[in-house]
């Protein structure tokens, strides 16, 4: 059972004991069951009703906290690319940590798919592995990026050998960016799939960054295969 967030103190959403109201849903004309379990589980997910709560986006940025509460990259006056920012929870999360609504970070979100506009977030609607994305990006952040975070994740297949494959390949190629883009001493984190490829992907980011860490959120649901890869202290290669 996914453990509900810090903090939670959501009362719509429980009955007189205290506990959770566990909603059900029936299946309707046109829902196939598997559609059914899953608005079933989204229903009852404390993250789900939390994040609504707070005005997040998605349920997402409560992951993000998690990982900034490890390993505190999310500092004030930061500059931060979000790619694959849409619908934009973790760029919400960023804003707020580092300042950029009022203060000097700076939050630079990067998607080919359109975002409704976010305070103290500029919203890019590009393509990061385009030839001219990194010259763009770095204008738009008015400099090299001290973190390069991406929660991206391409349609699931069903099939977890290609899912496997589609997920580390989005992570190289966002590692590919944040070489391009980083200042030094600056931070990647990436999300991943567990299955054995991963490896080779920490063994590369040791070469570019002085710490290399694994790390599942609490936030994540635990039948999830999901993880993130954490790079700290870029080192640009001479």
Known sequence: M?????GFKSRKARGA?????????KTARGRTNSSARWLNRQLNDPYVQEAKRRGFRSRAAFKLLD???????LKSGARIIDLGAAPGGWSQVAAEQVNSLKGPGKVVAVDILEMEPLPGVD????DFMADEAPDIIKKALGGEADVVMSDMASPATG????????????CE????????VLAPGGVFLAKVLQGGTETELLNDLKRDFKTVRHFKPPSSRQ???EMYVVGLSYRPRK
Do not use: C, Y
């Open 2 to 6: 996914t453990k509900p967030p810090r």
């Open 17 to 25: 004991t205290g506990r959770m109201k566990v909603e059900r849903v």
């Open 67 to 73: 990982l900034d509460q490890k390993f505190h990259f």
């Open 123 to 126: 919203i890019l609607l590009q």
């Open 159 to 170: 099939h977890t050998g290609t899912d496997h494959t589609r997920i580390m390949g989005l």
């Open 173 to 180: 190629t966002a590692l590919d960016f944040a070489r391009e």
């Open 223 to 225: 039948d999830s295969a």
